[in-house]
């Protein structure tokens, strides 16, 4: 065998390797945005059923208002980070809305007749649901966005992935104030 077919045969095997990194990097960059589309589609319907819950919310808490406007302003947070695709800001704005809707189920515990609302029970049950199916995508996401990541360091893929301009993505984060303990004490006393 000569030494220029050895040689074409290793380029042949190095460029087959390099189409097998590329199309593995591919499919991690399109996982992510996958992810990111599922919580996107969660925090769109989440969106659209908080105004009703704040309508269901208003019927019976006249002096209530500060809460429904902290959770309607966190609401609309999540959406413009979200529609801005802004990882760091929509962690951040999650954090807050996920401490207001806190603290509306909470004051709500204050009227028996909102509790016992068929419509509110409903959506609530919807908007917890929603939380946690939005919780298990964020964990999904992070988990796509960590093995891009390490992927796109690794050698010999980096060297693929600088070359056809692959790159890391951000992961979702929560905010200090969200991973401190909860002060239960606080929360019966609002």
Same mark, same amino acid.
């Given at each position: 065998?000569?030494?220029?077919?050895?040689?074409?045969?290793?380029?042949?095997?190095?460029?087959?390797?390099?189409?097998?990194?590329?199309?593995?990097?591919?499919?991690?960059?399109?996982?992510?945005?996958?992810?990111?589309?599922?919580?996107?589609?969660?925090?769109?319907?989440?969106?659209?059923?908080?105004?009703? $819950?704040?309508?269901?919310?208003?019927?019976?808490?006249?002096?209530?208002?500060?809460?429904?406007?902290?959770?309607?302003?966190?609401?609309?947070?999540?959406?413009?980070?979200?529609?801005?695709?802004?990882?760091?800001? $929509?962690?951040?704005?999650?954090?807050?809305?996920?401490?207001?809707?806190?603290?509306?189920?909470?004051?709500?515990?204050?009227?028996?007749?909102?509790?016992?609302?068929?419509?509110?029970?409903?959506?609530?049950?919807?908007?917890?649901?929603?939380?946690?199916?939005?919780?298990?995508?964020?964990?999904?996401?992070?988990?796509?966005?960590?093995?891009?990541?390490?992927?796109?360091?690794?050698?010999?893929?980096?060297?693929?992935?600088?070359?056809?301009?692959?790159?890391?993505?951000?992961? $979702?984060?929560?905010?200090?104030?969200?991973?401190?303990?909860?002060?239960?004490?606080?929360?019966?006393?609002?």
């Amino acid at each position: 065998m000569s030494g220029g077919l050895v040689l074409l045969i290793l380029l042949a095997l190095v460029a087959v390797y390099g189409v097998f990194i590329f199309n593995q990097l591919v499919t991690l960059k399109h996982n992510v945005g996958k992810a990111w589309a599922n919580i996107d589609i969660l925090l769109k319907q989440r969106h659209d059923e908080l105004p009703k $819950l704040v309508e269901t919310c208003k019927q019976y808490m006249q002096f209530e208002q500060e809460t429904l406007e902290q959770v309607m302003l966190a609401r609309n947070s999540v959406a413009s980070a979200r529609e801005a695709h802004n990882i760091p800001a $929509l962690g951040q704005a999650e954090g807050a809305l996920r401490l207001g809707l806190g603290n509306l189920f909470a004051v709500a515990e204050a009227y028996p007749e909102l509790k016992t609302n068929e419509t509110f029970l409903h959506l609530q049950a919807r908007i917890t649901g929603l939380e946690n199916s939005i919780a298990d995508r964020r964990e999904f996401y992070n988990d796509s966005v960590n093995v891009n990541n390490v992927r796109v360091e690794q050698f010999p893929d980096t060297l693929v992935a600088r070359l056809f301009g692959f790159g890391q993505f951000s992961l $979702l984060r929560f905010a200090a104030e969200e991973k401190q303990d909860v002060n239960i004490k606080q929360l019966f006393n609002q």
